[in-house]
């Protein structure tokens, strides 16, 4: 189904909801969905929703606006962001971090986000046998760097120990996250 048709099809549906609803909570729930969605086109963001419902339907890494090696690198970025994109995440050093923009008190923050842990934790209920084994870190990792097109996430296993191989591809970042719960050895 084309998105277009897609979108106009779900805005039909939440608005018949809408207009089914005796909650008046519920009615200002759907209205909100709606307005989402034409949000969405008014503003020349279909193409970045669609990435996000593919990188979704692909079980890849939550999405991040951008990736910054250091902690300082990615305040200096926050500080020139105008409008500040509040809420969004992104990247420091392979850690996630959410963008706060606190008008009131003249203030933007990067708030660590624990997003990262909730999806490592789901991928560990839901990871299959590995697909590619690594003796060492370093194998891996050259992998990872050297692939063409990686996929957005993959199972692999270094030494006896699972990891994900993980593409963020909006921000053409690869990276290595282990699978193997906290206080457990690394390989």
């Known amino acids: 189904m084309k998105q277009d048709s897609l979108s106009l099809e779900t805005q039909e549906l939440l608005a018949r909801l809408e207009k089914e609803s ?5 009615k200002e729930r759907l209205t909100a969905a709606i307005d989402a969605l034409q949000f969405i086109y008014a503003m020349g963001q279909s193409q970045s929703f669609l990435e996000y419902r593919q990188s979704r339907a692909d079980r890849g890494p939550p ?38 923009d606190l008008p009131e008190l003249r203030q933007r923050r990067l708030v660590p986000s624990p997003v990262l842990q ?7 209920e839901h990871a299959g046998a590995p697909v590619f084994r690594f003796s060492t870190h370093a194998e891996a990792e050259a992998w990872l760097q050297h692939e063409d097109e990686p996929p957005r996430q993959v199972v692999i296993q270094i030494g006896d120990k699972p990891y994900l191989a993980a593409y963020h591809h909006q921000v053409q970042v690869r ?5 193997f719960e906290a206080g457990e050895a690394p390989a």
């Open 22 to 26: 005796h909650s008046q909570a519920d």
């Open 63 to 100: 999405l991040v606006v951008a990736a910054f090696d250091t902690r300082a690198e990615a305040d200096a970025w926050l500080m020139t962001q105008s409008p500040v994109p509040d809420r969004a995440s992104v990247l420091i050093a392979g850690a996630y971090f959410t963008v706060m």
């Open 118 to 124: 909730f999806y490592l934790d789901e991928m560990r």
């Open 175 to 179: 990276t290595l996250y282990p699978l």
